[in-house]
């Protein structure tokens, strides 16, 4: 399967923005439903957003719509997460996942990357 490694995490202070990138390796990159999850300390791994295999639809958390975006580049096999106005709730162990099914229930994605940490302050 395929094999993914985020980057881009770090410590910004509320209403600021980052970039999470993840680079897959794999011949089959272009047929994935690629996904975004999150999971805060003492938390379950909750739903951010997903992208279909053209990168033509996407889904959002409510606690993310209209702040986060996704996008992925098929060519360089590569999946985005742009994040403005971030909030101190949006801590967390950000990871990103490939799957066969666009949808948001991580049982669907078979393959994790390692997680990018994301610490925004008060």
């Known amino acids: 399967q395929v094999q993914l490694v985020e980057s881009g995490g770090g410590l910004v202070q509320a209403g600021g923005s980052l970039r999470l990138s993840c680079t897959a390796t794999?011949?089959?990159?272009?047929?994935?439903?690629m996904a975004w999850f999150r999971q805060a300390p003492g938390k379950e791994r909750e739903f951010a957003a997903s992208i279909n295999w053209s990168g033509g639809s996407a889904l959002y958390a409510d606690s993310v719509k209209g702040r986060f975006t996704i996008s992925r580049d098929n060519t360089n096999n590569a999946v985005y997460l742009q994040m403005n106005g971030l909030k101190p709730e949006d801590t967390a162990a950000y990871y990103c996942?490939?799957?066969?099914?666009?949808?948001?229930?991580?049982?669907?994605?078979?393959?994790w990357g390692q997680g990018t940490q994301v610490t925004v302050s008060s």
């Open positions: 794999g011949h089959t990159f272009t047929y994935y439903v």
């Open positions: 996942a490939a799957g066969s099914v666009y949808g948001r229930r991580a049982s669907t994605y078979h393959s």
